[in-house]
Structures are given as C-alpha cells and as structure tokens.
C-alpha cells in the first residue's frame, strides 16, 4: 500500500512538472510573438490553452483522490495540498500567456511604438523566476526558492517604469494610446507571472520546511 502510495505521489509529481513545462513554452512564445511580431506564433499560443486547463482538472483530482482515499500525514499531506495551488498558480500563468498574445496580435497590425528594451527584460527575468520556482519545487531546493522571491521587486520596479514611460507616449501624442495601452497590458500580465512564481516559491518553503511565508512583511528573505 505505501509502496502504491509513493507511485502515486510520483505520478501527481511528473504531471505538475509537465504542466510547468506546457506553460513555461506558453510565456516563452507569446513573448517571442511580440518581440519577433509574429501573429501566427501568438495565436497558437490561444489555442493550446485548453491543454493546461485540461492538466489542472487532471492534478486537481489526483489531489482530491490523494486526500480522500490514502489520509496523508505530515509531509506528504503539505505536498498535495501544495500540489493544489502551485497548479492554480500555474494556470493562471498560462492564462496570462494567453493575454499577453491577445495584445500582440492586434498590435502587430500596427506600427511599432518604440524599440522595445525594458519588456523583454521584464519577460526574462519572469520566465527566469518560473523556471525557477519550478526547479525549487522538484528539487526542494529553499535557497532557490529564496532567490526567486528576491526577484520580484526587480519586475515590480520595471513595471513602474514602463508605465511611466508609456504614459509619456500617450501625453505626448492620442494616436500612440491604444499601442501603449496594449504594452501596459503586457507588462503587467508579466508582473503578475512573476508573482505567481513567487506564490510557488513561497509553497515550496511550505512543503520543505513547513513555515507560511505568504502575506508575511519580509517573505522568503526572512527565512
């Protein structure tokens, strides 16, 4: 029975890092459509959405079962538990993905505004921090996970900027409005995928060394 109970943890474990991957190729491309303008790579990144949907439902039942069927304890009760809401994140992921490439399109119709420099920074460091909170996860490395949340002000701070400046392109001409609308979008939709790399590096302090970190005033750096 615990021996059946270990492969199921496994399975539960191998399509987590499956879904990462799915939604790792997901931020990957719609970023790689705006930076290389091509409309055809962002709407593919909308129509595999309902791949991720799909994983989520799967990992969501297999928690459920989990739960339900085998009264976990201790550890292994964190990580399902986990499991849960590190799928959550990631599906919000994916469907930031997909925003971000619902803007592009309309936005390859256009003229560029600018020579873009800070998003794709911006998108670097975001898509760093998945990977990363992903590796923290399968490896239960805190330290990883530690730096990970270091990161989030870095993408909070450029976020700021790149409002600040697009609001300067709007002042300056209404013509650049609805392009500059669409950057603000896509900034903040990578704002938030930092986040939620955060929020996944925050539970794997919680599966590894059973303290919540969330909401807490210093975070992870208080570890």
């Keep these: ?8 943890l496994g399975v539960l474990r191998k399509n987590l890092i499956q879904m990462a991957a799915v939604v790792e190729m997901a931020i990957s491309n719609a ?29 969501d039942k297999q928690c459920v079962d989990l739960l339900a069927l085998q009264q976990p304890m201790a550890v292994d009760l964190r990580f399902i538990t986990s499991a849960m809401k590190i799928t959550n994140n990631l599906e919000r992921m994916g469907d930031l993905a997909v925003n971000i ?27 760093t921090m998945v990977k990363d909170s992903i590796d923290a996860f399968v490896n239960k490395d805190t330290s990883l996970a530690q730096s990970v949340y270091q990161r989030d002000s870095t993408v909070d701070a450029l976020n700021d900027q790149i409002f600040r400046e697009l609001l300067t392109y709007m002042m300056e001409d209404p ?5 500059a609308v669409h950057l603000m979008f896509i900034s ?36």
């Design 31 to 59: 970023v790689k459509s705006l930076k290389e303008r091509d409309s055809d790579l962002a709407h593919s990144v909308i129509t595999h959405d309902e791949q991720v949907d799909d994983l989520e439902l799967e990992i």
């Design 1 to 8: 029975m615990e021996r059946h109970f270990d492969q199921q």
């Design 101 to 127: 490439a619902e803007r592009v399109v309309p936005l390859n119709q256009e003229p560029q505004l600018k020579p873009l420099i800070d998003i794709p920074m911006m998108a670097t460091i975001a898509q």
């Design 175 to 179: 013509g650049n409005i609805t392009r």
């Design 188 to 223: 903040r939709h990578l704002e938030r995928i930092a986040d939620h790399a955060t929020n996944i590096a925050e539970e794997v302090v919680y599966i590894v060394k059973a303290k919540v970190v969330k909401h807490r005033k210093h975070g992870l750096s208080a570890l």
